[in-house]
């Protein structure tokens, strides 16, 4: 009891991580609007083939080894320091040998994508690998440890010069040579502050190594990791043989077809972050109801993101697309629209549950072999026969196989039945609300969007005396999409609010953080001239 009064709400520490990535992604939405229009669109394709592999290598590495911090942090008072050092001597010898390997075979990434240009970055990509995998650990162990507030802090400050120095790289520089020495730095930056704040809250942990307990730790976490690995295989390895058959040119189409706002995916993150650690508590407890609760509440609070951002993309996805990406990019459209269909099926949160149950993980694990083997029969056979439209569809209809097979066996373990189902009507009327907001917002861009654009690159050559098209079509988009939201956000909010969606906590919540930011915002104001005499009076 004295353990669950210090624990932070769920909520509480959803909302600061959400926070924490809302702000993240501020900072790193500049990235990829410079991305292209610095650089040619096979340097593009380049650089999000370095960048491809970077990214699979630090989540697949580490085999789930770091995410078991959730776990033992949460269950082995005495062991903590101990958990966190195997974990690093984990993490630090799968990156070394990653990064061996790159140094020794500089042609295993680049026969992948024919590129010659990618052999030669092959060894600094591998250290890349490894400074990263090391690294970002920092993130998780604040979670784990139950610091939200640090982890924002971390998160942020990770995100801001993970983008300044990206920034200074396409400005300067324009080249992918550049963006991988960035990375480099980086990751060095972030290695030193991860080290000295496990020295601050796990003191001498260093010197806490236990054979038996390390072997412990890994037999719990590879069956995950090895899931995990079939997972990230599973959802990216489509880039590969798009890759592999298609031009680097093709290559940035097809990936920024495939483009999620970064935001969406730290919504999930930031909710299924603290549920893992929670989970595991009340899967020990034989909890089962409450499991079941805090899953579909979850849920409830995904949908209410994600739902309308589905819809709202579906109507405006050409807009979005050429906004971002310049007309350059308009043959992603179809790409986009079909990679989407993904969203809505995103609020099934299983991870959590499937991590507290090890039987689960043995079944997630055979799931996933099955799955990606049948995911790489047919790409086999989409790289011969298909379009990049049909490349798409293949990992769209493999992810929600996996997705309504995992979530059967879920459902079975924590026996829900059809009497659980009213525990599901918030994400119904959420379902309503949005499709509301897309009706209207839908015949409101019908009616009007040609009409908002010629009048958006009338007034952005005219008044702001733009003459670059890119830049042109920019604030074009912009304005349409701006006039868009300003329909559909109301809408659904009204609506959402009427059907119950939003609670009395949730919006006592946002206006205590809005009265912070407010408060926050003045103290820092400037005084005017005469503010002292007005007091005075």
Known sequence: MEDNAKTPSLKSQSAWLLFAKVVGFVFSFLLPLLIVRFLTQDKVGVYRQVFQVVVNAVAILPLGVSMSAYYFLSREKERRPAAILNILIFNFVVGGLACLTLFVYPQLVGNIFHSEEITRLAPRIGVVVWLWIFSTFLETVAIANHEARMATFFIITAQFTKTLLMVGAVVLFATVEAFVYAAMIQGAVQTLVLLYYLNSRFPRF??????????????????????????????????????????????????????????IAMISESVTSVLIPRMSRLQAAGDRREMIRLTTRAMQKLAFFYFPIYIFLLITAET?????????????VPIFLINITLLPFYIWVVDPIVRSYKELGRFLLTLRIFIFTALVSALYFGIRNFDLRGMIAIVVVTVLTEKFISTSAVLRKLE????????????FRTAVSAVLAGALTFLFYRGFSESLTAFGAETAQNVLGLT??????????????????????????????YFGIIDEEEKALVGRYAAGLTGLFKAKAPLAPDAGLKTQD
């Open 206 to 263: 260093w010197t806490k190594f236990d054979f038996g307990f390390f072997r412990e730790q890994l037999v719990y976490a590879l069956p995950f990791g090895l899931a995990g690995l079939l997972w990230t295989l599973q959802t990216d390895i489509h880039n590969y043989f798009v890759g592999y058959r298609f031009s680097a040119s093709d290559y940035a189409i097809y990936a920024y077809g495939c483009f999620e706002l970064p935001l």
């Open 320 to 332: 979005f697309i050429v906004t971002l990406f310049t007309r350059n990019y308009a043959a992603s």
């Open 416 to 427: 829900v039945g059809a009497k659980d189902l009213y525990l599901l009507k918030g994400v």
């Open 468 to 497: 670059k098209t890119s830049l042109i079509d920019f604030a074009a988009g912009v304005l349409v999409l701006g006039a868009c939201f300003a329909i559909f956000a109301p809408v659904y909010l009204l609506s959402a609010n």
